[in-house]
């Protein structure tokens, strides 16, 4: 079956940039896609095939992607930005097993 | 305003079944693509089953297969899970998400509702 692996957790400065990480085979052809979730929220879709923001995403979430590697940055990250981020390979409905954001 | 409203999850013995709904409103619930998705408690997000706007295509994840079904009702607005031979794994709480007609991904979620699988 299909995997996608994602760090369990990050820290970063507030004001910095975070990059998430989300690694599967050949992700870039599979329209990855992420997720933020809040404690005690549902998630919310950041970005879409691959780089794509929707709207209402603020511009400091962009994302990436190539061969086997997708990556979501956030910069000049804020507080507010302290969640859980999950990768998905739209093309195959999988998920990775999220990373916890924690912003200090 | 789009909404999603799950209903249906609560306390179940193993081996037993329930029948989850999500209805719908605000928006076209007949041209998309409609899923469900799990999130066991403290764990990550897991993809369950979708179907096409029609009904006429469904597909499930390989742990659900032949225990749990999808189905629709466009009349109504209304999309269904229907759990058969739970298990204490099945424990979570229980997304209606609504995929996106133009784009990938999930573009809307509702609120859950959860399923504990206990005896």
């Known amino acids: 079956s299909y995997e996608l692996t994602q760090p369990p957790s990050m820290s970063v400065s507030p004001g910095q940039t975070a990059s998430i990480t989300c690694s599967g085979d050949?992700?870039?052809?599979?329209?990855p896609c992420w997720y933020q979730q809040k404690p005690g929220q549902s998630p919310v879709l950041v970005i879409y095939?691959?780089?794509k923001r929707p709207s209402g995403i603020p511009e400091r979430f962009s994302g990436s992607n190539s061969g086997n590697t997708a990556t979501l940055t956030i910069s000049g990250t804020q507080a507010m930005d302290e969640a859980d981020y999950y990768c998905q390979a739209w093309a195959s409905k999988v998920f990775g097993g999220g990373t916890k954001l924690t912003v200090l | 305003e789009v909404q999603m409203v799950e209903s249906g999850g609560g306390l179940v013995q193993p081996g037993g079944s329930l029948r989850l709904s999500c209805a719908a409103s605000g928006f076209a619930f007949s041209s998309h693509w409609m899923s469900w998705v799990r999130q066991a408690p403290g764990k990550g997000l897991e993809w369950v089953a979708n179907i096409k706007e029609d009904g006429s295509e469904k597909y499930h994840v390989d742990s659900v297969k032949g225990r749990f079904s999808i189905s629709r009702d466009n009349a109504k607005d209304s999309l269904f899970l229907q759990m058969n031979s739970l298990r204490a794994d099945d424990t979570a709480v229980y997304y209606c998400a609504r995929e996106s007609i133009v784009t990938s991904g999930v573009d809307f979620w509702g609120q859950g509702t959860l399923v504990t699988v206990s005896s």
């Open positions: 050949k992700l870039g052809d599979k329209n």
């Open positions: 095939q691959g780089s």
